[in-house]
């Protein structure tokens, strides 16, 4: 069974911290890995994706990925009270064009 | 962002009877998904679609089937809904292309089963 695991929190941040948010995931086939925002009530939309390893930044958002350890993590600069949302890790299950989900971790920024 | 249009938005029934949702896209996408999303379960695929009449299942299929005729339009079907089937359904739409194509999500439909 492919699996997809984060933590589900809350994980509470002050505004203006970064915000670290991790994922593992258990097949090794895995290629490309998404990362979504989801409020309240709203469907997720995406953040950004990264498919090599190393960093990839993208404003505010810098994705990581270490294949070998088989994570791939999140890191939000200058936190924001509009970041608060639950964030969503899929990865590409091998030769389809289907995701495998994780539970999402709900994050909270403090004012 | 793709144009993913899901109707309707929000449906009370009964259990035993049967309901349709639908999925209508203007992107051309060739890929097309029906997730439920329940509180500690993230989404869960229920079927997909890689072109017109081919479908598959996902990993929670039973009780749903689902049509594609026509590229733009995909549709869900619950024969007989029961109350386990209470659940926010998300479609969503992936274009071809590389692995690297992200899949983008309509805005949902909140089902309750009575």
């Known amino acids: 069974q492919k699996e997809v695991e984060q933590n589900s929190g809350p994980l509470s941040v002050p505004e203006g911290a970064i915000a670290s948010l991790n994922c593992t995931y258990s097949?090794?086939?895995?290629?490309?890995f998404f990362w979504y925002r989801q409020y309240s009530g709203k469907s997720p939309e995406l953040i950004m994706f990264?498919?090599s390893n190393g960093d990839k930044e993208d404003g505010r958002f810098t994705a990581q990925l270490n294949k070998a350890s088989q994570y791939v993590s999140l890191l939000i600069r200058d936190s924001q009270p509009s970041d608060s949302a639950t964030y969503l890790c899929?990865?590409?299950?091998?030769?389809?064009?289907?995701?495998?989900w994780g539970a999402g971790t709900k994050l909270i920024i403090k004012p | 962002d793709a144009g993913i249009t899901q109707s309707p938005r929000h449906k009370v029934t009964e259990t035993g009877t049967p309901v349709t949702l639908r999925c209508h896209q203007t992107?051309?996408?060739?890929?097309m998904y029906w997730y439920r999303q329940d509180p500690g379960h993230g989404l869960r695929l229920i079927h997909y679609s890689y072109g017109v009449k081919d479908t598959d299942k996902g990993e929670v299929s039973d009780g749903y089937s689902v049509s594609r005729s026509k590229t733009e339009d995909f549709l869900l079907t619950l024969e007989s809904a029961t109350s386990s089937q209470t659940s926010v359904y998300f479609c969503a739409t992936r274009g071809e292309g590389s692995r690297n194509q992200p899949q983008h999500f309509g805005d949902g439909t909140r089902l309750s089963i009575l």
């Open positions: 990264i498919y």
């Open positions: 899929a990865v590409n299950s091998g030769s389809n064009y289907q995701l495998i």
């Open positions: 097949d090794r086939g895995s290629q490309s």
């Open positions: 992107e051309n996408h060739r890929y």
